[in-house]
């Protein structure tokens, strides 16, 4: 694919993403305050039901700091991929499926770019929670930290894409584009991703699967820093980066076969429009 296309395919892309955003204002709104009323709610819940002095002896971190960050992450991650794993059933219902299919439009390259606009979204969500929370925490190094933060959410985001190709191709390959199984795949990588539940407090089971996922890694270096402060084992937390980083690329083949594979197969039985 030319250079030239891939910026057109991108360029549409981002007209697409922000037209639909733009046109439903009360989703960008919802995405801003989402991480502020899940850890008001949170922290409602569990001052009645203990200390904040416990969960800062459990976890390390203000439980307030820690849940805004928490949310972000998982939006940062999540929205950067739900595009993926979700697009076939939107292009399906809205009839568009047949037209993508056949158009000469690589799809790998489609879904390489279609991270990257929800992804500029995210940046701007960090801005508004997670950089004035810990501003006012940590001051000039809240300040510091915030923006580690909110590009190691970023990087957990392309992280997933490979690994989201993979599933996303591997599910619609098997049972057609059902909504029903990632409504229930969904919700188990908001556990393991360990934003909420950190992975050192998980069962091994549930650790050993966490590991395999490659935005885990940076989640870890998130909550490491926020533990320790900007003085936390560097080399630890570029390992984790370097971890999830390397997991990404291992799954990039996977994920692109598990694409073509459907692809093929869609192709092979038809689509109707």
Same mark, same amino acid.
């Given at each position: 694919m030319k250079f030239s296309e891939f910026v057109e395919l991108l360029k549409a892309e981002f007209m697409f993403v922000y037209g639909d955003v733009f046109r439903r204002k009360s989703l960008l709104l919802l995405i801003i305050i989402y991480p502020y009323m899940f850890t008001f709610f949170v922290l409602l819940l569990g001052s009645a039901m203990g200390s904040t002095q416990v969960f800062i002896s459990r976890v390390g971190v203000d439980p307030v700091e820690f849940f805004i960050v928490a949310s972000f992450v998982i939006i940062a991650v999540l929205s950067v991929t739900d595009d993926i794993l979700w697009r076939p059933i939107f292009d399906e219902n809205m009839g568009t499926l047949p037209y993508i299919i056949s158009s000469p439009v690589s799809r790998i390259a489609l879904y390489v770019v279609m991270p990257l606009p929800r992804l500029t979204i995210t940046l701007a969500t960090g801005a508004a929670t997670v950089l004035p929370v810990l501003t006012y925490y940590r001051g000039i190094e809240g300040v510091v930290m915030a923006l580690i933060v909110i590009g190691m959410a970023a990087a957990g985001g392309l992280f997933f894409s490979t690994l989201a190709m993979l599933i996303m191709g591997a599910i619609y390959s098997m049972s057609g584009e /059902?909504?029903?199984? *990632?409504?229930?795949?969904? #919700?188990? *990588? &908001?556990? $393991? $991703?360990?934003?909420f539940y950190p992975r050192y407090l998980m069962p091994l089971g549930a650790r050993?699967? /966490?590991?395999?996922? #490659? #935005?885990?890694? #940076?989640?870890?270096?998130?909550?490491? &820093?926020?533990?320790?402060? $900007? /003085?936390?084992?560097?080399?630890?937390?570029?390992?984790? $980066?370097?971890?999830?980083?390397?997991?990404a690329v291992l799954y990039a083949p996977l994920g692109r076969s598990a694409v073509l594979a459907w692809e093929r197969k869609k192709l092979e039985s038809g689509v109707s429009a």
């Open positions: /059902s909504w029903r199984v *990632l409504n229930v795949i969904r #919700p188990l *990588l &908001m556990i $393991l $991703l360990g934003a050993m699967l /966490s590991w395999i996922l #490659p #935005p885990s890694h #940076p989640v870890a270096a998130i909550q490491l &820093m926020l533990a320790n402060g $900007l /003085s936390a084992e560097v080399s630890t937390a570029l390992m984790l $980066l370097g971890v999830g980083a390397a997991l």
